[in-house]
């Protein structure tokens, strides 16, 4: 074992600053006077690393020799953000850190500010993993996550001077990354291609031969827990060239073939697919998701065998959460693996992969359901497409033998979709394979069941399906983002409790109407209001209102979304104010519209959504009538860290997707744990929060999702009337009061003749009023910030911490274990 008080691990702030200085010139190399930020950071986050490094040791042996389960929450994406202050928190020492620092002349803030975001994630998805991941580090729950390291992550956003998104790379690992631990000695070999023949009957066991191999090399990441030793693991996988370069081709003097073949290797983890919600069946991220699928089976067959118990026990030992049907391929893999290389019966190796798999569903848009080609699974999987056709054969003939003669229903059931090319619905196969089924919010759930899968629930009942609502961790998203709040939250209830225990922000609820207790309140929203003003006028060089109510939009620029609908929505306010005289408009409560979000490179319209966005907001700022009332912000670059901000500035935050699309938002949650309202549709969470924090705290509008098809059909047959209001907005842009006109015409033409099919037009009504009873509602400021108090006093529902612990209890069926004190 290694020693405790070990140099590295002491916590006062002299050792500290030794072990800083340590990395300063021993690993980075440096003469103490040539220290910047940049190095400050690095040698400070190099001895953070020792003592996760150490956790996470300890941890890991302890597990294993404990023999315990472990969940592997298998995600494409991970989106982590910043990890160095995270991890202060969470290791309890940035108390010491922040005096060590300036002891060496050093802000703390200013070196937190160095960090690049680890960017491996597109939006909800791959923050909520990377959410799960703290909760089960902090509950003591033994986990790993399995993911892809990608050499880019998700693009870096810079906006031209038209407004448009213009897409860079991300190297994030140009600065070394000290918060991953390379792991060159298990890599793993990874085929691709070759021949495959079935086993006898289809069921016995088969053979797959040549091919091309691939070297897949694992790096580690630390995730620690807060306030506990537990140090759970995120493995990530690169791809490498199995033989750096061909000798004989290099001798010859064919340097070009001898490099290639290594390089298309490498091509597998070059890039995250910057796509959300859109599935384009891309060979490359196909082989991407075989790649780590496979690599991690690999990995964790490999130390179910050390255990030296049956195959049957395999579920007693491993819970496998697919997140989303990326990694479904798992479950034919696993297949493969307990029939062809372990000669387990084909129905009892069926039996373990049900019990070891489930999956969660994050969508209902039928363009971001995952169908693989018949053609490109055979070229690339000849063993696994053999297996997936046994897998769904058997299935049939059940189905067959439950409703004979039902040829619609085995039509809609199989997992192979007829037509040119015939397509692997990979939804089906994930749901199959999985002994549970869950969506991310009540409605989500609800419409899993109903719209996606009714047929598999009457073939495989009800129970196989169910929900897990959505969460965040508390300690990301309030005790490090919203340090003021979150020390007032601590000194009111007279404990830190809520940083482990979400519910314990009831207490506060005693004091939404105490005068003193509201003042101090709104004064770190004000303060938190000014940072965000600040770094808009840093990043944008824009003045604005300091005490403007600050609206927010921030998230994945997506039609269904309907940040559309926000802008226009804006345009309507700065219209209505150029008809006012300037005392009339002095009496209404200013407003600060902010965006930001990133478009797929692909994607058209919302492309030119943001180019909108951006076209409004310099018509509306360079107006010096309107400027006191009203600006507008699209920030470049969300992020993680650009959340951090955002978030805790808030009065009004929107979630404002078509009822029934958005599956469950996890920003909603987060802004009205920062003490933000919402103002959203009757969609995913929000529907959750309302329950949670009361109807009178949340701004409601729209139709709600029984309404959608009929609405829907109203667009198709053209029967349809416009608001004026809408038509009035239409008609500005048109005028060309945000500069050329004609620009946007393939925006404007999404709302009429049958193409609104997010029902903008219908919705738009109702939101402005919405919107006015927000203004409304703002002037009794009282009344105000006690909504805002109740808000977040009542979200403790939301905390990622209940959210894993129900997966573990109803899913995974694990229990949190604690790591001894003399481990
Ligand atoms: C699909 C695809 C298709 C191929 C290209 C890459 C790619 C990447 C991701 C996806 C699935 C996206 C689904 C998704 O992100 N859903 C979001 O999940 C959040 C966490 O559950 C949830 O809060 C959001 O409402 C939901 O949109």
């Not at 363009?367 to 699974?377: F, G, I, M, N």
């Not at 949650?669 to 009361?694: C, Q, R, S, Y």
């Not at 005028?735 to 033409?749: D, Y």
Request: with cysteine; hydrophobic share 40%.
């Amino acid at each position: 074992a290694i020693a405790k008080n070990a140099e590295s691990l002491k916590t006062d702030v002299d050792s500290i600053n030794a072990q800083i200085v340590h990395h300063v010139e021993t690993t980075l190399a440096r003469a103490a006077f040539n220290v910047d930020e940049m190095a400050m950071y690095q040698a400070a986050a190099l001895s953070v690393r020792d003592r996760l490094i150490h956790n996470w040791d300890v941890t890991q042996t302890f597990h294993t020799q404990a023999r315990t389960k472990r969940v592997y929450y298998f995600s494409l994406e991970y989106l982590l953000g910043r990890g160095y202050d995270n991890a202060l928190l969470n290791l309890g020492v940035r108390q010491p850190y922040n005096e060590g620092l300036k002891g060496l002349g050093f802000n703390m803030e200013d070196v937190i500010d160095v960090e690049r975001d680890m960017g491996l994630g597109n939006g909800g998805l791959g923050r909520l993993a990377a959410c799960y991941l703290d909760s089960t580090s902090t509950l003591d729950i033994p986990c790993w996550g399995y993911t892809l390291r990608y050499s880019q992550g998700i693009f870096k956003q810079i906006i031209d001077s038209s407004g448009n998104q213009v897409e860079v790379p991300d190297p994030w690992l140009e600065n070394q990354n000290p918060w991953e631990i390379p792991r060159l000695d298990n890599a793993v070999e990874i085929k691709f291609h070759g021949e495959a023949t079935p086993g006898e009957g289809g069921k016995g066991p088969g053979t797959w031969t040549g091919g091309l191999d691939v070297l897949a090399v694992p790096y580690d990441i630390p995730v620690p827990g807060y306030k506990t030793q537990t140090t759970n693991n995120i493995r990530a996988w690169s791809a490498r060239g199995k033989v750096s370069f061909d000798l004989a081709k290099f001798n010859a003097g064919d340097y070009d073939a001898a490099v290639r073949e290594a390089e298309e290797a490498e091509t597998i983890t070059r890039v995250l697919y910057p796509n959300e919600n859109f599935d384009k069946g891309k060979a490359l991220r196909l082989k991407q998701q075989y790649f780590w699928v496979a690599a991690s089976l690999h990995d964790i067959c490999r130390r179910f065998r050390k255990l030296r118990v049956p195959w049957s026990e395999f579920p007693d030992y491993n819970a496998i959460q697919l997140n989303d049907t990326h990694p479904t391929l798992a479950i034919p893999e696993l297949m493969r693996i307990l029939v062809d290389e372990e000669g387990q019966p084909w129905d009892e190796a069926w039996e373990i992969v049900r019990r070891t798999f489930s999956y969660t569903n994050h969508t209902v848009l039928s363009e971001a359901l995952e169908k693989w080609s018949v053609p490109l699974v055979e070229w690339l999987l000849p063993r696994h497409l053999q297996i997936i056709y046994e897998i769904n054969l058997d299935m049939l003939k059940d189905v067959e033998k439950k409703w004979p003669n039902d040829r619609a229903r085995l039509a809609r059931m199989s997992l192979i979709e007829e037509g040119y090319p015939k397509m692997v619905r990979m939804a089906n196969l994930a749901v199959v394979g999985s002994h549970r089924v869950n969506g991310v919010a009540a409605l989500h759930s609800h419409l899993v069941q109903q719209d996606l899968f009714p047929d598999f629930v009457e073939y495989l009942g009800r129970d196989h399906f169910g929900n897990v609502t959505n969460g965040v961790t508390a300690r990301r998203w309030l005790l490090q983002c919203n340090p003021s709040l979150a020390k007032l939250i601590t000194d009111t209830l007279g404990s830190d409790e809520w940083v482990v225990n979400l519910d314990k922000l009831e207490g506060l609820t005693k004091y939404a109407k105490d005068k003193a207790f509201q003042k101090k309140w709104a004064a770190c929203k004000q303060a938190n209001r000014e940072r965000l003003c600040d770094y808009i006028e840093a990043t944008l060089g824009l003045t604005v209102n300091r005490h403007a109510l600050i609206d927010v939009q921030v998230k994945r620029i997506h039609e269904y979304k309907r940040q559309f609908m926000n802008i226009l929505g804006v345009i309507f306010r700065y219209l209505q104010l150029k008809k006012m005289s300037p005392a009339d408009r002095k009496r209404l409560v200013p407003r600060l519209s902010v965006f930001a979000g990133k478009a797929a490179p692909g994607y058209y319209i919302a492309k030119l959504i943001i180019r909108l966005c951006n076209a409004v907001s310099k018509t509306i700022n360079a107006d010096k009538d309107i400027r006191e009332s009203l600006s507008v912000a699209f920030l470049p670059d969300y992020s993680v860290s650009l959340a951090e901000i955002i978030i805790p500035a808030s009065d009004i935050s929107e979630h404002i997707s078509t009822a029934g699309t958005e599956a469950s938002g996890t920003s909603n949650m987060k802004f009205a744990l920062n003490g933000g309202l919402l103002l959203g549709t009757l969609d995913g969470a929000n529907i959750e929060i309302a329950e949670a924090v009361g109807d009178e705290n949340v701004f409601f509008f729209g139709h709600v999702t029984p309404d959608v098809p009929k609405l829907r059909r109203a667009h198709h047959f053209g029967e349809v009337q416009y608001p004026a209001e809408l038509l009035e907005v239409v008609d500005a842009i048109r005028s060309g009061m945000f500069g050329e006109a004609g620009v946007f015409e393939p925006l404007l033409g999404t709302l009429f003749e049958g193409k609104d099919h997010y029902l903008v037009s219908d919705d738009f009504l109702s939101y402005l009023q919405a919107q006015k009873m927000v203004d409304e509602a703002y002037v009794d400021q009282p009344s105000w910030v006690e909504k805002t108090i109740n808000s977040t006093a009542r979200m403790g529902r939301f905390a990622s911490d209940r959210a894993v612990l129900q997966y573990a209890e109803e899913i995974w069926n694990i229990e949190p274990i604690k790591i001894p004190q003399d481990a």
